[in-house]
């Protein structure tokens, strides 16, 4: 049987030729996986609740607001750029100093 760290150690020795095609493969690969698990998620009802969650927050307008605040506590970009790209109809905050 292959371990883990069997396959590491043959990644890891791989030409850069054959570990970029096993990285598209891998990627490939995984992404199926991921999709697989998706999909029986979702016929399963796992998901429902987070969607309509997401959907009572979408008709209530808030969507936009929480997801203005997710991404500048990410520190990616500030607050009042994040509203303006999140949605242009929502009011910017002050920035500091106005």
């Known amino acids: 049987m292959t371990t883990v760290a069997e ?3 043959a990644v890891k020795r791989l030409p850069k030729k054959d570990l970029a095609r096993f990285r598209k493969w891998f990627v490939e690969y995984d992404a199926a996986a991921w999709d697989g698990q998706f999909e029986a998620d979702v016929v399963a009802g796992r998901l ?4 309509s969650e997401a959907l009572r927050e979408h008709r209530a307008e808030v969507s936009f607001p929480r997801l203005a605040a997710r991404v500048s506590q990410s520190g990616v970009v500030g607050q009042a750029f994040a509203c303006r790209l999140i949605s242009p109809r929502l ?4 920035s500091p100093g106005q």
């Open 7 to 9: 396959i590491t150690g």
């Open 48 to 51: 429902d609740a987070l969607a």
């Open 91 to 94: 009011k910017s905050p002050e």
